[in-house]
């Protein structure tokens, strides 16, 4: 796990191009990410009138109680400082990526349309094959996601209570997976 832990961060360090960069005051000490106010600043000011559609994805580390418990909370640490890098290397620069609470996770993707949400259960499968395989001292630390798109004008409120739903689900399904509601009556799982 040290190993994977160690070449997360060297890629994190290196940065992506474009990557948003929070000041101290915007992110969470902890993993580097926008922390709960500065993400719900950046999706209602993407929400607000005139802005672009975007999807909401609320990311869960499973059995994260567990982990803490058994291994301690530097260990749970380093966990959480994993998953975010894993998160931010695996979206765009443009995409913004938050810690609402202990070990939740938020994105927001923008421009994200119903017929592109695939690109986003795949991402997640990514991640997740990398976690589970991490080795080490923790084996099976996986992600549940669940997202909501949201369009121009709409509430960061009912969007976190859609996916947040979603999240539910995929929880109550067995866990490490994604699923995305459209809105619709459709709603994609992986």
């Not at 106010?37 to 950046?42: D, E, V």
């Not at 795949?122 to 996601?145: F, K, P, Q, W, Y």
């Not at 689900?169 to 067995?174: A, W």
Request: aromatic share 4%.
């Amino acid at each position: 796990m040290k190993k994977l832990l160690h070449l997360l961060a060297a890629k994190k360090t290196q940065g992506r191009p474009g990557r948003r960069v929070y000041s101290r005051g915007e992110q969470d000490t902890l993993t580097g990410t926008a922390n709960k106010k500065t993400f719900l600043r950046i999706v209602e000011k993407a929400l607000a009138g005139g802005g672009e559609q975007g999807c909401l994805v609320l990311v869960d580390v499973d059995h994260m109680r567990e982990i803490n418990e058994r291994f301690g909370s530097e260990t749970g640490d380093r966990v959480l400082r994993a998953v975010a890098a894993a998160l931010c290397e695996n979206f765009r620069a443009v995409d913004a990526v938050g810690r609402l609470e202990d070990d939740l996770f938020a994105l927001w993707i923008v421009g994200m349309a119903a017929e592109h949400v695939g690109g986003i259960r795949r991402r997640i499968t990514v991640i997740n094959d990398r976690l589970l395989h991490m080795g080490g001292e923790l084996r099976g630390v996986t992600l549940s996601a669940g997202a909501a798109l949201g369009e121009p004008g709409g509430s960061f409120q009912e969007l976190y209570i859609q996916a947040k739903k979603v999240l539910h689900r995929v929880k109550e399904g067995g866990r490490c997976g994604c699923e995305v509601s459209t809105g619709e009556q459709k709603t994609y799982t992986g």
